[in-house]
């Protein structure tokens, strides 16, 4: 952004200050219009995440839980069947 000032022994005609005012005003909007669109964006991103942790929420309370939390664990005990190769060793 060019905010240049001349300098301050200098005056400047009415026409340069009209014309430095207008400058930044048309700065000023484009700004503005950038941080418009970044705030939608944002706010699209936003309804993203709740729109996820909506169905996350739904599919916890159908299956009851988080799958990826209820990982069964696999415990061998002394009822297991062999398998035919460790039965019959081949």
Do not use: C
Not at 18 to 38: D, F, G, K, P, Y
Not at 52 to 69: C, F, Q, S, W, Y
Request: proline residues 4%; aromatic residues 6%.
């Amino acid at each position: 952004m060019d905010v240049t000032l001349t300098e301050p022994h200098t005056m400047n005609t009415q026409e340069q200050i009209l014309t430095r005012l207008s400058e930044l005003q048309e700065q000023r909007q484009v700004a503005l219009n950038e941080v418009a669109l970044i705030e939608g964006v944002i706010s699209f991103w936003e309804q993203q995440l709740d729109t996820h942790k909506r169905e996350d929420t739904a599919l916890d309370n159908i299956m009851g839980g988080n799958p990826v939390d209820t990982i069964p664990s696999v415990s061998y005990t002394y009822t297991d069947t062999p398998m035919a190769e460790e039965y019959y060793g081949g």
